[in-house]
């Protein structure tokens, strides 16, 4: 493991799962980390369990906002940078995001928009304002949790996919302009992760199956998976590495995207699903 001892980390998303892993392996590692989230409860639990996990003197706060809001990740990233006397930020995790799975012609304009404020330009956000932070002390690195969908067209889930795939392009341009400010951005792009997010894809044996068909390692990801790979792109070991999309899904987008047709059946009929309006 890199030392990031005193280092200050901000992750959006971190009351649990893939941001939690995250935070986790930061304060591991000796670093204070912000976790930033919705549902302030939640945000509570995680502290406590960064807490359980932290190595030192570890600072560990929460911020409760929404990602979707400017104002709400720019006052997130200023409270993260000023956790310790160094008034620095050092690492900033992109992780909040939203699902999303509708036919597009099915897709209502209202669903596409939220998918794209959450996921896209909550990355946005968190990308101009922990930037403005680190071009002002020096440098740090920032990564994006992207997806599968980003690399693989998933039938049905169009909002979701284009806004994994912005994300990854967003990566690209963020870590061209801001790379003159010794900023490093890159983002992982998971598989199927054993997450609240992915619960239904889990339970339906059909769906999961299918998932598991499209991967030469043929298991479900864990946190960990994910955690490791952020952890690795946020520290000094990478420095040398920006705008870079690292797919951690088991090989699944050396091959196809997976069969959710199901989903959209139950949910939208067969008409719709089969492009028949």
Known sequence: MANLQGLNAFVTGGGSGIGLACAISFV???ANVLIMGRNEDKLRLAADTLNQHKIGDAI???FAGDVSKENDVE???KQASQMSPRTKLDIA???AGIGGLSPIMATEADDWNRVMQTNLSGTFYTFKH???AMARSGGGAMCAISSIAGVRTHRYMGSYCVSKAGIDMLVRNTADELG???IRV???CPGLVDTEIASGLMTTEEVHTDYLDCMPIARTGVVEDISNAV???CSPQSSWITGVSLSVDGGHHLRRGPNVEPFSRMLFGDAITEGKV
Request: overall charge negative.
């Open 130 to 132: 922990a930037g403005i």
């Open 186 to 188: 890159n983002s992982v």
């Open 180 to 182: 003159q400010n010794n």
């Open 75 to 77: 006052a997130a990233a």
């Open 28 to 30: 591991q590692q000796g």
């Open 60 to 62: 560990i706060e929460f």
């Open 93 to 95: 995790v992109a992780n």
């Open 231 to 233: 952890s690795f792109l």
